[in-house]
């Protein structure tokens, strides 16, 4: 077992066992830096708490970010290129750090249910296309079978449409193809938030990592379980906004430009190695022993923004 940290974070923020023969479906004959995020993009905020399940949508995500939010808990950032779903959701507020994350994506459409103020005004000076839910209801619905605040749907289609289309992302940094050389035996990752936990468990019939969330299958409406091809472990600095909730909690940020470890987990191996980043606009580069780690082209990819010390656990 190898145990990249041990510790949980407070929420004041101060500061894989056997490997797989299992093949992977063909990768592309040579990499490339954009594999699913081939199409327009559309970027969704999306509620992950118990409350919000199952999710609508999100198994057509090429890209999933898991961040810290208030309280210890996790929200989920879903960006679809390489085909939309009818509906996604549950929708919820925007924060600060979808700025940071969406920045080398371009002007990509972004769907969210409102922000604070203070948000909203980072929100405005980002290069994404903000869709609130709150400035207008257009490209969204409520949910009657489900409770508010976790009741708000977009409808992908109609939200593009809202933002006058999107563009296909730049290069947010993640090269696609061939297995990168070298590697460790990995069939799982768990990470733990001071109120959530995730993990990722190999499963070779369906070559994927299947989810599951605060210990239980994360399912879709069918009953079927999310699943990542490629998992990523980020470790970033991680602080607390001027921006506070309604009981006064400070809202985590995490800092996505500089450089960190990083873990890569794929076809049940694991890679140890760093990420970097030179600027907001700059892609996102994984590295380990100079090579570049590569993600697989099936997608999806999950990654994990973990602060340094946060419990996270590599078997």
Known sequence: MTVV???VVAVSLT???GCSDEKEAAPAASPTPTGPL????????IDNTAKSHPHVGMAEADVVYVQPVEGGLT???AVFSSGLPKEVGPVRSARESDVAILANYGPIAFAYSGASSYTSTLLEKGEQVNLSYAASSQGFRREKSRPAPYNVIGDPSALLERAKGSVRPEDPGFEFGPKTAGGAPATSVAVRWPAARLSFAW???RAEYLLSTDGKPDVDAQGTQHGAATVVVQV???RASRNRDVTGAATPVVELTGE???TVLRAGTAWEGTWARGS???PTAFTAGGETLRMDPRGPVWVLLVAPGQSVTVR
């Open 15 to 17: 500061g894989l066992a």
């Open 236 to 238: 970033v600095t991680t």
């Open 260 to 262: 960190g470890k990083a």
């Open 203 to 205: 499963d070779a019939k």
């Open 5 to 7: 940290a041990a510790v």
């Open 75 to 77: 929200r989920l950032l």
């Open 38 to 45: 081939s199409g327009p993009a559309l970027a969704v905020k």
């Open 280 to 282: 907001a606009t700059s």
